[in-house]
């Protein structure tokens, strides 16, 4: 009986079970070194943009979409953010002798992230395309726009004050972890407890009835993307003022850690299943097994592999897990 009961637990809770064995077996190969304050912090601020942009993409999965644009998306949102922010007197700044206030970098950034969303949404709603090939052109047009706004050179020399959006800490406590906590908590209240959020759930489990039940599927799904793009332009705004600058290369690969994490985090590929708390928990998994490797001094190439393994795995055991349901 009680092996039955642990058998369910680790069942219902596998993507914490997981986190914790994790944290222990780190603990163990570094001797508790890897699981210091300063250790933890590092790991909460390397985290931290992720978490946005995984945010964004689960919920698209729980609608059964996909989005292969996000870091194509975030690199365009962190160059025109930080764009904005530019030191007037630089001499290559894209803005030379102009001086903006702190928060039109910020919407800058978040604006052309949430365009982005709704061009993604409006494509896979009402132009009823396969959203896997909608997010593969627009990854596209986001990668040409980019290179086109800043001509293919580093958006330096940033202010101060915009860098001290992400870069400064609250009593000890990184400034992006907070910004964590505060998203992870509006996503979870419009998932959960609002009427929308249910309507994603039910669209994911089946669009057809959905629709059959009164629900605007196209609207939902409009929405859906937009409210992802204005994630990823908060994750670009965030990782232009932590890293000081962008360019081309600023969150390149992004889409894969983000699908990776909220995959590894029990969001179903086949749509309709996810938690804001599962999708926390998973992007801080991936970057438990990424710090790990790093602090073991495992080479970084390899890290790839990983990742590209822990889909694979996790999409195949989703897809175990449902079909013995069904």
């Not at 690199?75 to 102009?98: M, W």
């Not at 599962?278 to 790839?304: H, K, R, W």
């Amino acid at each position: 009986m009680k092996e039955f009961k642990l058998k369910q637990f680790v069942s219902k809770y596998t993507t914490f079970v997981t986190f914790v064995v994790l944290v222990f077996i780190l603990a163990i190969l570094t001797r508790g070194q890897a699981l210091t304050w300063p250790s933890i912090k590092t790991l909460i601020i390397a985290e931290s943009v992720r978490a946005f942009a995984s945010l964004g993409v689960g919920m698209i999965i729980i609608t059964k979409g996909i989005d292969l644009s996000i870091g194509y998306v975030v690199c365009l949102t962190a160059s025109v953010a930080a764009s904005f922010a530019q030191i007037p007197t630089y001499q290559s700044a894209l803005y030379f002798g102009h001086a903006f206030p702190l928060l039109v970098p910020i919407v800058a950034g978040i604006l052309a992230g949430g365009l982005f969303g709704a061009f993604n949404g409006v494509l896979v709603a009402y132009g009823k395309l396969p959203p896997f090939i909608a997010t593969l052109g627009t990854m596209s047009i986001a990668r040409g726009i980019q290179l086109i706004y800043t001509k293919a050179a580093i958006v330096g020399s940033l202010t101060p004050q915009f860098k001290a959006l992400a870069q400064t800490s609250i009593v000890s406590f990184p400034a992006l972890g907070i910004y964590v906590v505060i998203i992870t908590v509006i996503v979870w209240v419009l998932l959960r407890h609002t009427r929308q959020g249910t309507n994603f759930y039910a669209i994911g489990g089946n669009a057809q009835a959905a629709r059959v039940s009164g629900i605007n599927v196209e609207r939902d799904l409009l929405c859906v993307y937009l409210y992802a793009g204005l994630l990823y332009g908060c994750a670009g705004v965030l990782q232009a003022g932590r890293l000081g600058l962008a360019n081309a290369l600023t969150a390149n690969g992004m889409e894969l850690d983000a699908i990776a994490a909220v995959t590894v985090g029990g969001v179903s590929q086949n749509g309709g299943v996810g938690t804001v708390g599962g999708m926390i928990i998973g992007v801080f998994t991936m970057g438990l097994i990424n710090y790990g490797m790093s602090f073991l001094s495992i080479d970084s190439y390899y890290q790839l592999l990983v990742k590209g393994s822990i889909i694979i795995v996790a999409v195949f055991f989703d897809m175990k897990k449902y079909a013995k349901r069904a």
